[in-house]
Nanobody
């Protein structure tokens, strides 16, 4: 099982980024998917999750209205659209899969993890 995240980078506050996560060795259509982020030295924290079909998605309070998770099961890919980025969004972002079909809001609910992509928001 392998996830390859991309789309991270250095941006100014207020900018947008779109993260992508392409899975191999696993059919994401049978898993709830999510994005989790981690600041060095701190624990990973849940960002957003989406159910198997993509019909239901949720986000952590601080990203609601700014971040949107989506998926394309045909492409075995999950996305995170991030708008109006803030310096406090700076972190490594990981996509992950959970056996919970409705998605997971806690990091321990995830079974498979990507290697992460770095997002830095700074002026």
């Amino acid at each position: 099982v392998q996830f390859v995240e991309s789309g991270g980078g250095l941006v100014q506050p207020g900018a947008s980024l779109r993260l992508s996560c392409v899975a191999s060795g696993l059919n994401i259509g049978t898993y709830g998917m999510g994005w989790v982020r981690q600041v060095p030295g701190k624990e990973r924290e849940y960002v957003a999750t989406i159910n198997r079909s993509g019909g239901s998605h949720r986000g952590e309070d601080s990203v609601k209205g700014r971040f949107t998770i989506s998926r394309d099961n045909a492409k075995n890919t999950v996305y995170l659209q991030m708008n109006n980025l803030r310096p406090e969004d700076t972190a490594d972002y990981f996509c992950a899969a959970t056996n919970l079909g409705y998605g997971g809001t806690r990091r321990y609910e995830y079974d498979y993890w990507g290697q992460g992509t770095q997002v830095t928001v700074s002026s």
